[in-house]
């Protein structure tokens, strides 16, 4: 099939530059997936899917068009590259647009273990079953899990295939697995809904069903009988989950585009203090089984490891090549994009490189303080780097988790925040393409009552 795809997209593009492209790119993406759910044992969602789709972007000059289809027979994609060749015509050109340095392109694809070889789609029983198993884990936990949103085990393979008019072409397929669980805790105080789930391209590698559930009910649990406190200025520790949220707002502020629309507070803060110096944050496109990982990017540049952050000092922006030619420098291996949509920017695996403390540690260290296991809303003004969300947590006290705090606001500012990263814990775990251990801000503004 791989092989087939291939000779498909050189098709493509000898048919567009045929048509009047004076370049172009193709996409080809191919996948299947089964999901399958249960609440309160029975089964509550079923879902098989297949699809094939190709992309195409063309230019004319400067200007281009970018379309999608799911017919990939030639004798419709022949009025379909058609069709693209004049909608490029037609738009206005853009000087920063066009392909990348055809110098930066990926030259080899190491071998990533984005696939499981030993394990497929996983059939519909079994999904079940896993579904099933962590939600009776949940259930029987405490006599307080009431009910269920339900369980669902998802399990997927995908395939791409990427060549442009430069010469390029390569392809790469992944697996993913996915095991959630959201049970619901309730006594006299009201009803809390608690989440937990595992995720990996290996299906030998993802956490045993049982304790998801397991971890899931004590997350709900922990949640009952939430007080509100006071406002006040304290430390805050965030949890893993809500660490990795944290990165992703850097992250966000140092991409191209968020740069050249001036919509960033890291706006020429190449080379500057913008966090403590005990953080130094990866984007590593090429770590092994990594859920972010790729041999090349959106554009087919290879990927790469690099700091994002050293030591508190930016060394880095997010780049493809449209924001990489506004903004003076070189692309960075972080384009991502869609099958029917143009090249944007996005991480690969991002983390925070764990410290030397144990979680219980930098909890111990806090007199009076939160830690935050849940933020609502998105809060953040990317241009001035202030910060304000809705939070919940367990409040700190003499260095021992108390009891649940709700209905409270955090603010600060993250430059501010990320400068005051106090303490870094050793608890990094694998869970998304992004990862973050247990870190502690020194002082955070804490809206309540």
Not at 153 to 179: C, D, K, M, P, W
Not at 242 to 265: D, F, I, N, V
Not at 307 to 317: R, S
Request: with cysteine.
């Amino acid at each position: 099939m791989a092989e087939m795809d291939l000779k498909l997209a050189e098709w493509a593009l000898d048919e567009a530059k045929a048509k009047g492209a004076t370049a172009a790119e193709v996409l080809l993406v191919s996948g299947e997936s089964l999901s399958a759910g249960v609440r309160l044992g029975e089964v509550e969602k079923l879902k098989s899917s297949r699809e094939r789709r190709l992309g195409l972007r063309i230019f004319s000059g400067q200007s281009s068009a970018t379309s999608s289809t799911a017919e990939i027979e030639q004798d419709s994609l022949r009025d379909f590259i058609k069709h693209t060749v004049e909608l490029a015509s037609l738009t206005a050109p853009d000087p920063w647009s066009g392909l990348p340095d055809p110098q930066l392109h990926a030259k080899s694809f190491p071998d990533l273990e984005l696939t499981d070889r030993d394990h497929g789609i996983i059939d519909a029983t079994k999904a079940l079953e896993l579904a099933r198993t962590a939600e009776n884990a949940a259930l029987k936990a405490d006599p307080r899990i009431k009910n269920s949103e339900g369980a669902e085990f998802e399990s997927g393979t995908y395939r791409i295939v990427f060549a442009n008019s430069q010469g390029f072409s390569g392809e790469y397929a992944g697996t993913s697995y996915h095991l959630g669980i959201a049970p619901i805790a309730q006594d006299e105080s009201g009803m809390q809904v608690g989440y937990w789930y595992t995720s990996s391209r290996k299906y030998d590698a993802l956490d045993d069903a049982a304790s998801v559930g397991k971890i899931a009910s004590e997350r709900a649990l922990r949640r009952l009988g939430a007080r509100k406190i006071k406002t006040m200025r304290a430390p805050i520790v965030f949890d893993p989950q809500m660490a990795a949220g944290l990165l992703h707002s850097l992250a966000s502020a140092a991409s191209g585009p968020s740069l050249y629309k001036g919509a960033s507070y890291l706006v020429g803060k190449l080379g500057e203090q913008v966090a403590s110096t005990n953080a130094t944050i990866v984007d590593d496109g090429r770590r092994p089984g990594g859920l972010g990982s790729k041999p090349f990017d959106g554009e087919g540049l290879a990927t790469n490891r690099k700091n994002l952050v050293d030591k508190g000092v930016l060394k880095t922006y997010l780049l493809d090549s449209y924001s990489a030619r506004k903004l003076k420098l070189s692309p960075t291996g972080n384009s991502s994009r869609s099958v029917g949509a143009p090249p944007g920017v996005g991480t690969t695996n991002l983390y925070l490189e764990p410290g030397n403390y144990t979680p219980e540690q930098i909890i111990g260290s806090v007199k009076q303080g939160l830690y935050v296991t849940e933020m609502i809303g998105f809060g953040i003004n990317m241009v001035t780097g202030d910060y304000s969300r809705g939070a919940g947590g367990i409040w700190i006290e003499n260095g021992e988790l108390t009891y649940p705090v709700q209905e409270i606001t955090i603010a600060g500012n993250l430059k501010e925040m990320f400068g005051a990263i106090e303490m870094i814990g050793n608890d990094l775990v694998w869970r998304s393409s992004t990862a973050c251990p247990t870190i502690k801000i020194a002082e955070m503004t804490i809206a309540g009552e």
